[in-house]
T-cell receptor
Framework: AQKVTQAQTEISVVEKEDVTLDCVYE???????LFWYKQPPSGELVFLIR??????QNEISGRYSWNFQKSTSSFNFTITASQVVDSAVYFC????????????FGTGTSLTVIP | KAGVTQTPRYLIKTRGQQVTLSCSPI?????VSWYQQTPGQGLQFLFE???????NKGNFPGRFSGRQFSNSRSEMNVSTLELGDSALYLC????????????FGEGSRLTVL
């Protein structure tokens, strides 16, 4: 069963618009971790954030913010005032307490910011 | 601090051949994981090594194998290559072997003809 779903395959926004990337996960573990990664054209996955299942506090880092809601099994990512440099593929991922660093990745959302 | 280094970056092989990919983790990181990325299957976990021991393995055939050396560097090998093995192979290192952040290299892009 798919553990992480990113329903948005591609999103295009005009520069300075806000955009939210959706992520829905599935797990039976009570202890788990959620991540967001950015993959620019170079291929390297860049770590953005990690949240554990016991911390539902939303987080803001500059223009980035994350909304974690256990009630809906969602971990959404918002970019405020998007910039061309934000164009990339964004992946949401889940790891469970008993599987080490085995991450389950979503299929990714390709974001294009149009100048 | 140097990042995760993968070599070679690009390679072309033919069906039936074998290939070895190398990964040097971030200094001090003892966990190395490997992932395969394809357009059809996305990012899939291959295996994870910590302190030279395989800790976890994904759902891949036995043609895919790996190892880790005492300096934490890791290699993965794919034998009897098939067309479907064409992919970007990503290595990631982490300071811990459980639920740590993964720091990825730029990958080795393998094309099988």
């Amino acid at each position: 069963a798919q553990k992480v779903t990113q329903a948005q395959t591609e999103i295009s926004v005009v520069e300075k618009e806000d955009v939210t990337l959706d992520c829905v996960y599935e797990t039976r573990d009570t202890t788990y971790y959620l991540f967001w990664y950015k993959q620019p054209p170079s291929g390297e996955l860049v770590f953005l954030i990690r949240r554990n299942s016991f911390d539902e506090q939303n987080e803001i880092s500059g223009r980035y913010s994350w909304n974690f809601q256990k009630s809906t099994s969602s971990f959404n990512f918002t970019i405020t005032a998007s910039q061309v440099v934000d164009s990339a593929v964004y992946f949401c991922a889940l790891s469970e307490s008993n599987t080490g660093n085995q991450f389950y990745f979503g299929t990714g959302t390709s974001l294009t910011v149009i100048p | 601090k140097a990042g995760v280094t993968q070599t070679p970056r690009y390679l072309i092989k033919t069906r039936g051949q074998q290939v070895t990919l190398s990964c040097s983790p971030i200094s001090g990181h003892r966990s190395v994981s490997w992932y395969q990325q394809t357009p059809g299957q996305g990012l899939q976990f291959l295996f994870e090594y910590f302190s030279e021991t395989q800790r976890n393995k994904g759902n891949f055939p036995g043609r895919f194998s790996g190892r880790q050396f005492s300096n934490s560097r890791s290699e993965m090998n794919v034998s009897t290559l098939e067309l479907g093995d064409s992919a970007l192979y990503l290595c990631a290192s982490s300071p811990q072997w459980r639920t740590g952040e993964l720091f990825f290299g730029e990958g080795s892009r393998l094309t099988v003809l």
